[in-house]
């Protein structure tokens, strides 16, 4: 009787170390140490003078950025800048009429074609990868899906910069490797002037023209926002890298220029990640990842409907940011936001509705300006086949259709449904059809595919997972404007840098890109 | 009263009490029936043998044991003294062990939260270890109930052991933990292997407070309950019927197996 007491004891304790071999909960998973070493270098107080920079006019963008950043660091420097055409500059630096303390070149040709005629000061740095993308007019009138249908009969001119810019010489070396060069040797029109290409376009003068990828965000203006194409003529897509091979964009110190000791401080804040991040953000590829030391754990409170889209989302991000972990705690935006407003942690929220953020922001959790991910849009769920035969929004309130919406104080899809039936005078009667007041949007879609309800009024992004067991019917949307859905830094993130990487990332053309592909209306349509 | 109208109430009664019964299977048998019956097979096993149902199920085993472990370590001399012993304010001090029960699960959660950032939280989980949205956190999320229905039912246990035992064992030459070890303890076994069964149970069905105070991660605070709502999250309802049902059988032979070995003696 003695051993009892102690026999339990061993038993207990003999359970928690047979069960201790599984995975233990790690003590450290949500409290990553701090970003690795900073590597931005101490700034040298003796730079002064004039720094003047070539700056070809695509990236006026992020070189206005830059610019602010370089400024910051380096108060006693005046920076200048001429920004032009690339050819122009090329030209001028080659022929020894100008000699800028820094030439920003968006490929690597046109920095040899300097580095040939030895104006060169050091080594070039590449600051980042570019592409190339094809453009077309507007809706695609020629139908081109790939390079290889450059070949069709339809497709009569094709402008292409010339071989001298980087641009026209890795479209050739697309074209080559996707074996099309020799077929559309006589469709060709080159230019030494890359920007006539989007001219011949909008003009009608070309069918197809190759631009830099990049080229489709930009801006003119020196620190201008990320810009949408706008006007008579469309991107068609990005060639891929492993047919025009990577493009270096090289940027170099200029032999005789006034100032080279600024300008090779410029060329080192090139490949800090702050920098680096600027040109992503910029839709170029970093030509340095981020320090391997980075390991950083961001946590995101996520709207549970937003889920299909955020899971693809952060396994892209992370698969290019190394070192850095999202972990997601999905739930109702209104739950989430109580449970940040508790914990006063974490370092992004992403809530289904703007009304939401708006409470986060009145309440002081949110650090500067939110970004834009997408919209969502109200459908009608019907079960497979539509066998109440459900054609249009009137047909909610017929006698004996089972109907579910949201719950207006605590879902937007509840909102927008209360919205949409107003709208169409049909809230009175569709109130006896009412089965179900759900709590969230995956309830409202499971309901229909388990055929407990008829229809249901929820996203489209929520039928996308449920596609094969539903049908949609669409509302018009004259009586359901798309939902915005916001993403914000909150005031408590330790790493905003990162945080805002991943904003930035999301709302450009990447995060749009997996946004459509999950059913939701891209942020910039 | 005649004799043929006692057997008439008498067959009426219990009538009445195996037909309660009957109704009370069968409600739990259609309801897991129906479960059952959505899915087939091959769709259950799939998703028994994934990776994330697979995590999830190692997660549950870990937390809970370790929950049910702590509480009942705890449960057993708290529920004693319980029991036992005439305290100062005893109705309060009832009350406050009885509260989590009556607290909204989320609240749980959120109580927890509020904790953390109060200078002792932020001291534990500087020094000790983080707690809030951490795997470790869900250990303590199910504490906040499991506790009180640890101490609850085992206290119940100690209740069923008449004091006389002891004070018998006491006049007979035992210490007080002698006493304690060697009479009540045996003697209370069954219920306390009731309580330590109805603990385990709670903490392998616990969701509210993991949701608030862990939040609901992937590969990380998926315990089996936020495994459903994740699931059900991206519509996944086969998935979430999945594991659902294989909490029931987990359950089950948890249950089942507990309660032989109580009954056998087998486990202490």
Same mark, same amino acid.
């Given at each position: 009787m003695r051993a009892l007491p102690f026999a339990l004891f061993v038993v207990l304790i003999a359970a928690v170390i047979a069960l201790s071999g599984c995975p233990k909960p790690s003590p450290d998973a949500a409290n990553t140490p701090p970003v690795g070493p900073n590597n931005a270098p101490t700034p040298k107080a003796d730079i002064s003078g004039e720094l003047l920079i070539y700056v070809p006019c695509g990236v006026a963008g992020p070189y206005g950025a830059i610019k602010d950043l370089f400024e910051q660091r380096y108060p006693n420097v005046t920076v200048k800048q001429d920004v032009a055409n690339i050819d122009v500059h090329t030209e001028k630096i080659a022929d020894g009429k100008g000699a800028p303390d820094v030439f920003i070149s968006l490929g690597d040709r046109e920095v040899q074609r300097i580095a040939k005629a030895d104006r060169i000061d050091g080594e070039p740095v590449t600051f980042a990868y570019n592409s190339i993308a094809m453009m077309v007019a507007n809706n695609n009138p020629c139908g081109i899906e790939s390079l290889e249908d450059l070949k069709k009969p339809e497709v009569k001119t094709i402008a292409v910069p010339s071989n001298q810019n980087s641009s026209g010489f890795y479209a050739e070396q697309a074209f080559k490797k996707a074996g099309v060069w020799d077929a559309i040797q006589d469709k060709l029109w080159r230019t030494d002037e890359p920007s006539q290409v989007k001219v011949q376009l909008s003009s009608g003068k070309a069918d197809v023209g190759i631009v830099y990828y990049p080229c489709t965000r930009e801006t003119r203006e020196v620190g201008g926002k990320p810009q949408e194409m706008k006007g008579k003529v469309q991107l068609l897509g990005k060639i891929p890298t492993d047919l025009s091979g990577p493009i270096p964009a090289q940027a170099a110190v200029i032999k005789g220029c006034k100032n080279p000791e600024a300008g090779k401080a410029f060329l080192d804040m090139m490949m800090e990640d702050e920098v680096q991040d600027i040109w992503e953000k910029w839709a170029f590829d970093r030509a @340095?990842?981020?320090?391997?030391?980075e390991r950083v754990t961001l946590y995101l409170y996520c709207g549970a409907g937003i889920r299909p889209f955020m899971d693809k989302a952060i396994e892209a991000f992370c698969a290019k940011n190394k070192g850095v972990r999202i972990d997601v705690g999905y739930a109702g935006s209104g739950c989430l936001l109580g449970q940040l407003t508790f914990?006063?942690?974490?370092?992004l929220y992403m809530p289904g509705e703007e009304f939401y953020m708006d409470q986060a922001r009145k309440r002081g959790f949110i650090d500067g300006e939110t970004e834009l991910v997408g919209y969502f849009e109200p459908i009608l769920l019907v079960q497979k086949g539509n066998p109440k035969n459900?054609?249009?929004?009137?047909?909610?309130? @017929?006698?004996g259709i089972r109907l579910g919406v949201g719950e207006p104080d605590a879902a937007a899809i509840g909102l927008v449904a209360e919205s949409i039936l107003t709208k169409a005078g049909l809230l009175e009667q569709a109130q006896k059809n009412i089965v179900m007041r759900a709590g969230n949007v995956p309830e409202l879609g499971y309901l229909v595919k388990l055929k407990s309800l008829d229809v249901s009024i929820v996203w489209r992004m929520t039928a996308k997972e449920i596609e094969a067991d539903t049908d949609i019917v669409p509302i018009p949307e004259t009586l359901s404007p798309p939902i915005a859905i916001p993403i914000g830094v909150l005031k408590?993130?330790?790493?905003k840098d990162v945080a805002t990487r991943f904003v930035d990332w999301i709302a450009g053309p990447e995060g749009q890109k997996l946004a459509e592909e999950s059913w939701m209306l891209p942020a910039n349509d | 009263m005649t004799d043929l109208k006692r057997k008439a109430q008498a067959a009426l009664f219990r009538y009445l009490v195996v037909s309660s019964l009957l109704l009370l299977l069968g409600f739990i048998g259609i309801v897991l029936v129906a479960m059952v019956t959505y899915l087939d097979a091959p769709t259950f096993f799939s998703a028994v043998v994934s990776e994330e149902v697979l995590f999830a199920v190692k997660l549950t085993a870990v937390t809970t044991t370790i929950t049910t472990t702590l509480a009942v370590l705890l449960g057993i001399p708290a529920g004693y003294a319980l029991s036992r012993y005439k305290m100062p304010f005893q109705e309060l001090v009832d009350t406050i062990i009885d509260l989590p029960i009556v607290l909204p699960p989320l609240v749980g959660g959120i109580a927890l939260l509020i904790f953390f950032q109060t200078p002792i939280g932020v001291w534990i989980e500087q020094h000790i270890m983080p707690f809030v949205f951490?795997?470790?956190?869900i250990i303590l999320a199910q504490f906040v109930s499991c506790g009180t229905f640890a101490v609850r039912g085992l206290k119940a246990a100690f209740d069923g052991v008449d004091p006389r035992m002891e004070q018998v064992a006491r006049t007979l030459g035992c210490t007080e933990p002698q006493a304690f070890f060697r009479v009540v303890l045996p003697l209370a076994r069954n219920g306390l292997v009731a309580g330590t069964v109805m603990t385990w149970a709670r903490a392998a069905g616990e969701f509210g407070p993991i949701l608030m105070?862990?939040?609901?991660?992937?590969?990380?605070?998926?315990?089996m309950s936020i495994a459903v709502f994740l699931n059900m999250s991206v519509g996944k309802v086969e998935m979430a019927i999945s594991v659902t049902l294989l909490l029931v059988i987990m359950g089950t032979l948890a249950l089942f197996a507990f309660r032989r070995l109580g009954g056998r003696g087998y486990l202490w």
């Open positions: @340095k990842q981020p320090a391997s030391g914990a006063k942690r974490g370092d459900i054609q249009k929004l009137e047909d909610v309130v @017929k006698p408590f993130s330790e790493h | 951490t795997t470790q956190g105070f862990c939040g609901a991660t992937r590969f990380k605070t998926e315990v």
